[in-house]
């Protein structure tokens, strides 16, 4: 029996799996980051302490006797010694004005790394150089930089180890093409910070879990995964080879393995991301599941064809972006035309989230099969509009919509000697909404005229200064 700990920005999840592939149970929680002077920061020992308990009734409930973890991306741990040296950094926070000049002078190029330099900490390695001019003798002593699943690999089994999906994931940390530290990593001194490689879902150690009848269970500790990543592998194991991942959650995150990485704008958020074999993978993102909360004004109930319907006839656009990131950069969220509210502010958002996730499509070159997993899966009207708006390609979900947790399973498995995932995917049935091709030629209008006048106004500034 395996648990696997899906931990996202903002909701982390505990999955109970069965040897042939069963999900028995699952678990959630809301990871908090907290204020700590003028910088936000995890609160580990609150999450910690969920997760303990969680995988104690898994055992107690279950029989588990092995733990797995994925996580999100742009996060880092400091580690000196047996504790956290320094709390995980809230990747949601921009660094001071003066520190940022300084840090992008030494951000490698964007042909060594395949990282677009990006805001805030969406490159964690921007995020590590802000803490070392923070805290130069809390990173000097840290004898340890781990990627997020590491850093809870390492609290369950107290293996301090690197992964290539992680290190690889846009950090400035990695160069792809040479399978090794980028020259960001030597220049700042941290090569010998870097743990050694262990691959993603191999056994690196063991945790007790202490029962409420005074016994103990030892339990096997899986090294983690990124786990955009681990999506990839669960349908690539499923025997999927020419396709386009869209994985969703805050983030939308697509993978198409057939795109050659000089299709990559780095001006777009288009990157190489690297599989948990090492290999690059052209990869476009922008966070759709954040846009969309805020798009929607938190709207978390199911959205009708009537509401998509008239939204379309009354010309009411969202137009990008509601979240920084994304292949629409330096543009502000806003509604046009008639204003929306209640389930049609919640359609208008959809239909936004749909229109982005088809842009980025077309931007990293995706004409093969396309397997849509996680959370906007639930929604229920993304897939089918998106398959109605690209009608050439075939569309494919999974059920349970949860690849990320589902690929760690498999890795985790994997190095049991066991393979109990079958290819489960259903093809998706495209929607027929009139008028909504020609909606979505007038958005992109709209979004071209407000890039051009953005870019515009940002040279003549440029001229300016």
């Given at each position: 029996m395996l648990a696997v700990f899906d931990l996202g920005k903002t909701n982390s999840k505990l999955f109970v799996f069965s040897a042939d592939g069963a999900l028995l149970d699952e678990r959630r929680t809301k990871p908090v980051w907290r204020g700590d002077g003028d910088i936000r920061v995890l609160d580990d020992d609150a999450l910690f302490a969920w997760m303990r308990g969680a995988l104690a009734t898994a055992v107690a409930d279950h029989g588990v006797n092995r733990v797995m973890f994925s996580g999100h991306g742009c996060t880092f741990a400091l580690t000196e010694g047996d504790r956290l040296a320094h709390p995980v950094l809230d990747y949601e926070q921009e660094p001071p004005a003066d520190t940022a000049v300084r840090i992008e002078r030494r951000i490698p190029d964007f042909q060594e790394t395949f990282s677009p330099r990006l805001p805030l900490g969406f490159n964690f390695g921007r995020h590590m150089l802000w803490l070392q001019e923070r805290a130069p003798d809390i990173f000097e002593n840290a004898d340890a930089i781990l990627g997020y699943p590491q850093f809870w690999t390492w609290k369950f089994s107290g293996a301090k180890l690197s992964e290539v999906s992680y290190l690889g994931c846009h950090s400035h940390l990695w160069a792809p093409l040479c399978h090794d530290f980028s020259s960001l990593v030597d220049t700042q001194g941290w090569r010998e910070k870097m743990p050694g490689f262990a691959r993603?879902?191999?056994?690196?150690?063991?945790?007790?879990?202490?029962?409420?009848?005074?016994?103990?269970?030892?339990?096997?500790?899986?090294?983690?995964?990124?786990?955009?990543?681990a999506a990839l592998y669960f349908y690539r194991s499923a025997g999927f080879t020419d396709f386009t991942l869209v994985s969703t959650g805050t983030w939308v995150i697509i993978f198409n393995t057939a795109c050659p990485l000089d299709a990559l704008d780095r001006e777009r958020d288009m990157l190489a991301n690297v599989t948990v074999d090492g290999e690059p993978a052209a990869t476009i993102r922008f966070m759709g599941g954040r846009e969309y909360d805020v798009a929607s004004g938190g709207w978390d109930r199911p959205i009708s064809l009537?509401?998509?319907?008239?939204?379309?006839e009354k010309n009411v656009f969202a137009l990008p972006s509601f979240a920084p990131g994304g292949p629409l950069p330096g543009l502000q969220g806003q509604f046009i035309g008639p204003e929306p509210d209640g389930e049609e502010r919640a359609a208008a958002a959809l239909l936004y989230v749909v229109l982005m996730t088809d842009l980025s499509l077309d931007l990293i070159r995706s004409r093969n099969t396309i397997i849509i997993d996680g959370g906007l899966v639930k929604t229920g009207l993304y897939t089918g509009l998106l398959a109605q708006l690209r009608l050439s390609q075939t569309f494919m979900t999974n059920a349970n919509a949860e690849g990320s947790a589902f690929g760690a399973a498999a890795l985790a498995f994997e190095a049991a000697g066991i393979t109990p995932f079958a290819n489960s995917c259903e093809k998706v049935r495209p929607t027929q909404i009139a008028d909504l091709e020609s909606y979505r030629a007038r958005w992109r209008d709209l979004v071209d005229q407000r890039r051009h006048k953005a870019w515009a106004g940002m040279h003549i500034r440029e001229a300016q200064s």
């Open positions: 993603a879902g191999a056994v690196v150690g063991e945790y007790k879990v202490a029962l409420a009848d005074g016994t103990s269970v030892p339990v096997k500790v899986h090294n983690g995964v990124h786990d955009s990543n009537r509401a998509i319907k008239s939204i379309i």
